[in-house]
């Protein structure tokens, strides 16, 4: 078994591809551009054999497109569980159209006839023109994203002085690189679907989960080793998982629990279940702490109280079957700060009566006797800050207040109010 040789740049490339595959080996190709022959490289491209003929068969150049067309049937589109037939007749299936250039860009023109387009089924659509990807495609793409990333790191280090042609190989082999992730990503998109069913209905978007998972995806592609001898696809669902997991965590509550908190709460959640099967009841908090070492009994039950505090909406209908009269929670809560109107009556009428017998006062005692008590602000002041207001001393301001709450008590106004 012949170990991959240096190719492209110097040795530092190449030490990173020693990785024994059978069959593997480089060809001379002529790179174009624009029709016309620039040079001749050594191309990163190993060639496969050719079981029947014996022969060398090209795989491809860094530069050609890497897409794969998908074969005529669906077998392909359907993988990892994902079906995009929505079961329709041919006919209603004719209000859904879906166009794409020739060179399989990002733009897709949908038409809707009479209907509002399902983001889901575009988004299947547009994740199943890629062809999945064999073992071998994987370790090919995944060297060359390796080889993409050194490269990058080198022309990071370099300080100006390094050859305008080793420069350019290396620009050559990140672009490559950067090829061949898009392409590792898009052919593992209907992986992450696949998972991502599996964590409906709980508080979070499908196509949120979607693109949490997808995040994950970017984190295996960039993280992925082929010489461990593991699929891409057994690699990259734990990080998957791990993406949407952690989304629902913090994105799925009305109120956020820390995600420590929450798989706290799911640990616990997964042995009542056990014992739940095991004792044919519901375990108490001791027995549960005897299976959870680290957590006492109190703590499990203040734990799951969190679990059990789930918010309602003030907009939930409770008369959802009565389509004459729609009746909601905030409708019928009781709010303990709230007045009702007779509250809000006499309120407004003791107002008018203090106001009336603060009338019957002079200025200055009307102003005394309501910034004495707050009746301007809400806020009463002190015979010392009522003294510098009207530029007197606090035993003047007291004398003049008694006299004045005096002079209230035995009026007639002051009488009725008491009444």
């Known amino acids: 078994m012949d170990s991959l040789k240096q190719v492209l740049v110097p040795e530092e490339i190449s030490s990173i591809f020693q990785y024994d ?4 080996n480089f060809n001379e190709l002529e790179i174009k551009a624009d029709g016309i022959p620039v040079e001749r490289i050594k191309s990163t491209s190993p060639c496969r054999s050719d079981a029947v003929s014996g022969k060398k068969k090209p795989i491809r150049h860094p530069l050609e497109n890497p897409y794969t067309p998908l074969p005529t049937t669906d077998e392909g589109v359907n993988d990892h569980d994902i079906n995009v037939s929505d079961g329709k007749s041919k006919e209603s299936a004719k209000s859904f159209v879906l166009t794409a250039d020739e060179d399989d860009a990002v733009q897709e023109q949908v038409v809707v006839a009479g209907a509002t387009a399902d983001p889901v089924k575009v ?17 090919d793409l995944a060297l060359r994203i390796e080889a993409g990333l050194f490269a990058n790191e080198k022309l990071m280090a370099d300080d ?12 050559q082999i990140i672009h490559d690189g950067k090829v061949a992730k898009n392409h590792l990503l898009e052919a593992n998109l209907r992986l992450v679907v696949s998972l991502a069913k599996r964590y409906t209905g709980r508080g979070v978007l499908f196509l949120d989960l979607i693109q949490e998972g997808n995040l994950g995806l970017i984190r295996a592609v960039e993280k992925f080793d ?17 993406a949407i997991t952690r989304a629902m965590a913090d994105q799925a509550r009305t109120i956020r629990i820390p995600v420590h908190m929450v798989e706290v709460i799911n640990k616990i959640a997964r042995v009542q279940r056990q014992m739940l099967q095991d004792l044919g009841r519901e375990p108490t908090p001791e027995e549960l702490s005897r299976n959870l070492i680290d957590l006492p009994p109190d703590e499990i039950v203040e734990v799951m109280s969190y679990d059990a505090q789930e918010p309602i909406s003030l907009s939930a209908q409770l008369n959802e079957f009565d389509e004459e009269e729609t009746i909601v929670i905030g409708d019928v809560l009781y709010d303990p700060e709230d007045f ?22 002079s200025e200055r005692d009307a102003g005394i006797v309501a910034l004495r008590f707050g009746l301007a602000d809400g806020q009463p002041k002190t015979l010392d800050e009522i003294g510098r207001v009207y530029g007197v001393t606090r035993e003047r301001i007291r004398q003049l207040e008694k006299a004045a709450l005096i002079f209230l008590r035995e009026s007639t106004s002051t009488q009725i109010l008491e009444d």
């Open 160 to 171: 100006g002085k390094m050859d305008k042609r080793l420069r350019w190989d290396y620009e």
């Open 21 to 24: 595959i059978s069959a593997h």
């Open 340 to 361: 009702d109107i007779m509250q809000v009556f006499l309120i407004e009428e003791r107002s008018k009566q203090i106001r009336s017998i603060l009338d019957s006062l």
């Open 226 to 242: 082929c010489t461990k001898g593991f699929k891409f696809s057994t690699y990259a669902t734990w990080w998957i998982r791990q």
């Open 123 to 139: 988004y299947l659509k547009q994740i199943g023109k890629v062809a999945l990807l064999n073992a071998e495609q994987e370790v």
